[in-house]
């Protein structure tokens, strides 16, 4: 066993990085041709195929369609009333989702508003509590008439009531989540072929949520490698970059060994904190300023090194190509191993014996 | 509410209104049609615009097409027996009202039913023939509607390229490049199209026998067999010209090329072999065999800067050598030369080379049902496969092509072909003129005659063991073309050869020898490998090497001094310089950065 493993170690001066480059971009190219796209609950996954790739490499700040899958504590698991109410918790309910009519009133800054019984139910709601949430609102009056709720500005931050400041302000209102955890977003529940339900949010707010309880804080997953490294660290968000190259690519029907996109995982985590393959990034942090001045803005890395005073030590490929030297890779790696000292007693040696 | 009027123009220009534009429309053309109105006037309803446009401009490409009303063409059986009887003719037809031309514009308008039995109440138009709404190009074709659609547009591309007969004055001309196939002929099997535009003048290829079979593998993969005897006897031969032309310019200053031979102090000068096959006046004389490098027009052009004054008064002129000679790869007879004058009275030479081109390997050939191929191999007659009555093929097609890409009509035409050969005949193949069983029986039945099998299958025997093939091959004779694509036109290797001034590196493109491009990728695949010895061979040994001496003391470039015979550096003069293997685009960065007031210095590391 142990014999076979090394069988399959990767060989010193092996070009990984090459190789997993060309590993993934082969099968990229048939991605983009590929508009895949699938129906069904798991619809909140529209960012796949390549411009996933893309957004992950490039380390975008926010995912274009963050995602949050999270699990009730295992007791509840299979629990299907408890996941109801966990979702109640979670699931931001904004007060205009809940409306039936809003009629703004600019002469006395006031807002009446009717909500919707069969919306309230859906989402368990009563109108007291929606009541009770309003009246928390500071410099509002509110007040509650025959189910319609009036709420009438009486302290607005600029000194005069202009219809724009108003506005404003019932948009704000109208948007104010009544319930849930804000910036959470849509929740939805799903289950696993076993039978366990989970949450999924179309949001990147672990921080929001980690603290509640009934959750499953270690199954917590996040598409967003920043979110992640912002809570969980660098060694999660590694993690979740490698998972979700591999998921993407997946879904898309290749296969690529998970050692190609591990590699570009650890690349861009290896500096402690998330770095694009790019100029930004992986590229730009490269010590030689050839190298850098080979990818992008020739000039800039040229100044700079000048300004500075940089010594471009040769140690990369694309430098020792540029000068026309070996490169540092494969067959090139390999040095003459023997200290000057030790060659002279081999031959002395070797001459006694004549 | 205002009601919507229907706007009109005419050739694009805002004239008026009308409450219902289509009525108007219809108007136009029943007038169009009486006579009243011109018959080059069309006229269109847009209904999404509703609005109305009549053009009347000159150049719209028209089609001509049958008028339907009340659902019936206006051609009618009686109009037919007087149209055979010659006692009206077409131009009766247009000018009452039958036969209407209609713009791109019009045709939006229309239904048109293409065959008489197709025609609805709705149909407005019939087209003349069924064959008429395809182009040109496949109408020329034969039997187009039992390929695939897909190979329509390939057809045409391929037909393009043939090379034929193109115009009878060719030895009046000097075309840039011209191909003239040696024994041209007609097709067998030739369509309506072919005759009325009498194509047969200008044809482009050869009635091949073709026999579809595999063979030893050398035309796998739409390669072609061919017969050596049959090239021999002139098969798809066919003559290249290539003209060259230069001209005596003048210059501003009252300066003039001349026509000549240069002299040897001239600027660029050749070498006397160069000029060696040039008459007195500078200019090639007929007849004779010309290679690439060889001068075909001595020319002789001023400097390209102004001379600098001396101080001893006038200096000898010096003079550029600006002559044409034959390109590389090229090679030829010179045909003819033509010396004239241009309108801006300067003298004007062209020269045009003539080349045998005689099938060979490589060379492409293709049959009009988008079937193209390159000769794989040329083969001795007597090794080729033979039939009982001793044809042997010009071609071998591989069967592979057919099935995938479904041209049956190549079949069709093969068999056909066969059959006509027969007593000499001609066949129709004109695009749905014809009906596939009707065919097959009527030409298999004159196979059958003839002692052949009515499906056009043969027992071969092959040549080189004269065994009979277990299986029946089916053999027949297809219109082929020679493609003006020919290997002798497109071959480039390179060796060693010329580089560029700036970069050292080797040139790119066929006209500069150049070499094939190692790129960005191929470099990867060799990082990818690890194989790094190779990648410093292609990047560097074969390409730009240089050596520089670069100073150990201060990290620049310096040079070797051959007469003091030491190491020299310029910059702080020490003597301690080391030499190292560079690519010259290396030392060309380091010369840019040095242009921009940067030092940059090459350190050593410990020895």
Request: hydrophobic share 35%.
């Amino acid at each position: 066993m142990s014999e076979n493993k090394n069988n399959f170690r990767v060989a010193p001066g092996e070009a990984v990085g090459t190789i997993a480059a060309q590993s993934i971009g082969e099968p990229g190219t048939q991605m983009v041709l590929k508009a895949f796209h699938q129906a069904g609950v798991k619809s909140n996954l529209t960012v796949v195929g390549l411009p996933r790739i893309i957004e992950l490499v490039d380390a975008r700040k926010s995912p274009k369609e963050p995602l949050m899958r999270i699990w009730p504590q295992k007791s509840d698991l299979k629990k299907f009333e408890k996941v109801v109410e966990l979702k109640r918790k979670l699931e931001e309910v904004k007060l205009r989702d809940v409306l039936e009519k809003s009629e703004e009133n600019f002469k006395n800054a006031s807002m009446s508003i009717t909500l919707k019984k069969e919306k309230l139910e859906n989402y368990s709601l009563t109108e007291r509590e929606v009541y009770s949430r309003l009246s928390k609102l500071e410099g509002v009056e509110i007040s509650n008439e025959n189910h319609i709720i009036t709420i009438k500005i009486t302290k607005l931050r600029g000194v005069e009531r202009s219809i724009r400041d108003m506005r404003v302000r019932f948009i704000n209102i109208r948007n104010m989540a009544i319930s849930g955890i804000e910036g959470i977003g849509k929740v939805t529940i799903d289950q696993t072929e076993d039978g366990s339900f989970y949450l999924v949010a179309t949001s990147n707010n672990i921080s929001g949520i980690i603290d509640i309880d009934g959750i499953d804080k270690d199954r917590i997953y996040c598409n967003d490698p920043f979110e992640v490294m912002r809570v969980f660290g660098i060694e999660a968000a590694r993690n979740t970059i490698l998972r979700e190259l591999d998921d993407t690519i997946r879904t898309n029907g290749i296969t690529v060994s998970v050692r190609h996109s591990g590699m570009v995982a650890d690349t861009m985590t290896f500096y402690g904190n998330i770095k694009s393959i790019g100029r930004h990034g992986v590229i730009g942090s490269k010590n030689s300023v050839f190298a850098r001045a080979a990818y992008e803005e020739t000039v800039k890395h040229f100044i700079n090194a000048c300004v500075f005073g940089e010594t471009d030590p040769l140690s990369g490929v694309a430098e020792n190509i540029l000068i026309g030297k070996q490169i540092n890779v494969g067959t090139g790696v390999v040095r003459l191993g023997i200290k000057k000292e030790e060659l002279k007693k081999i031959s002395a040696k070797s001459s006694k014996k004549e | 509410m205002v009601e919507q009027q229907c706007t009109i123009y005419i050739n694009g220009r805002q004239v008026g209104f009308v409450k219902d534009g289509a009525a108007f429309a219809n108007e136009i053309r029943k007038n169009r049609r009486q006579g009243l109105l011109s018959g080059e006037i069309n006229v269109s309803y847009v209904r999404k615009l509703n609005e109305v446009r009549v053009l009347t401009d000159r150049g719209r490409a028209r089609k001509p097409y049958l008028v339907v009303e009340d659902g019936k063409s206006k051609f009618t059986e009686e109009l037919r027996k007087k149209l055979q009887a010659k006692e009206i003719d077409f131009n009766y037809l247009v000018r009452r009202g039958i036969i209407e031309y209609l713009d791109s514009e019009e045709e939006e308008d229309i239904l048109a039913a293409i065959s008489e039995d197709k025609i609805t109440e709705k149909t407005t138009h019939l087209e003349i023939d069924p064959a008429s709404n395809l182009s040109i190009v496949i109408n020329s074709a034969v039997f187009p509607e039992y390929n695939s659609i897909g190979r329509h547009s390939l057809i045409s591309n391929q037909s393009k390229q043939s090379q034929g007969l193109y115009t009878i004055n060719f030895k009046n001309r000097y075309d840039a490049r011209a191909y003239l196939l040696y024994y041209p002929q007609q097709p067998l099997v030739n369509s309506s199209a072919y005759r009325q535009l009498k194509v047969k003048r200008h044809a482009a290829g050869q009635n091949f026998v073709v026999a579809l079979t595999t063979y030893y593998g050398y035309n796998m993969k739409d390669a072609v067999v061919i017969n050596r005897s049959a090239i021999d006897r002139g098969l798809a031969r066919s003559v290249y010209y290539k003209s060259y032309s230069d001209e005596e310019r003048r210059y501003p200053g009252g300066q003039q090329d001349k026509f000549s031979i240069p002299t040897p102090n001239a600027d660029g000068y050749k070498g006397e072999h160069a000029y060696s096959k040039l008459n007195e006046d500078g200019i090639i004389e007929p007849d004779t065999a010309v290679t690439e490098g060889d001068v075909l027009i001595g020319k002789v052009s001023p400097p390209r800067f102004l001379e600098e004054q001396t101080s001893f008064g006038i200096t000898e002129e010096k003079t550029r050598d600006n002559s044409v000679s034959v390109r590389t790869g090229e090679e030829g007879i010179v045909d003819s030369i033509a010396i004239s004058e241009t309108l801006g009275a300067t003298k004007i030479v062209k020269v045009r080379l003539r080349s045998i081109k005689i099938p060979e390997n490589g060379d492409k050939f293709a049959s009009r049902h988008a079937q193209k191929g390159v000769v794989g191999l040329i083969e001795n007659q007597e090794d080729m496969p033979f039939s009982e009555s001793g044809i042997v093929p010009d071609l071998l097609l591989n069967p592979h092509s057919l099935p995938g890409r479904m041209t049956a009509g190549h079949m069709l035409e093969m068999l056909i072909g066969k059959s006509v050969s027969i007593h000499g005949d001609l066949a129709d193949g004109t695009p749905f003129g014809t009906n596939g069983k009707e065919l097959m029986d009527n030409y298999g039945k004159i196979l059958e005659e003839n002692g052949f099998d009515k499906f056009g299958d043969e027992v071969l025997y092959d040549g080189r063991t004269g065994e009979a093939f277990k299986a029946k091959i089916f053999t027949g004779v297809v219109y082929y073309n020679r493609l003006t694509k020919m290997v002798s036109l497109q071959l480039q290797v390179r060796g060693r050869g010329p580089v560029q001034i700036l970069t050292h590196q080797p040139t790119e493109g066929k006209p500069r020898r150049g070499g094939l491009r190692f790129g960005e990728m191929e470099r990867d695949a060799l990082v990818g490998h690890g194989a790094s010895l190779l990648l410093k061979e292609r990047l560097l040994d074969q390409s730009d090497k240089t050596s520089v001496w670069i100073c150990k003391d201060c990290g620049d470039t310096g040079y070797y001094d051959y007469i003091k015979n030491r190491a020299t550096c310029l910059t702080c003069g020490s003597s301690a310089l080391r030499e190292v293997d560079i690519s010259y685009a290396f030392k060309v960065l380091l010369d840019e950065i040095k242009s921009l007031h940067i030092m940059p210095r090459v350190k050593f590391r410990e020895e």
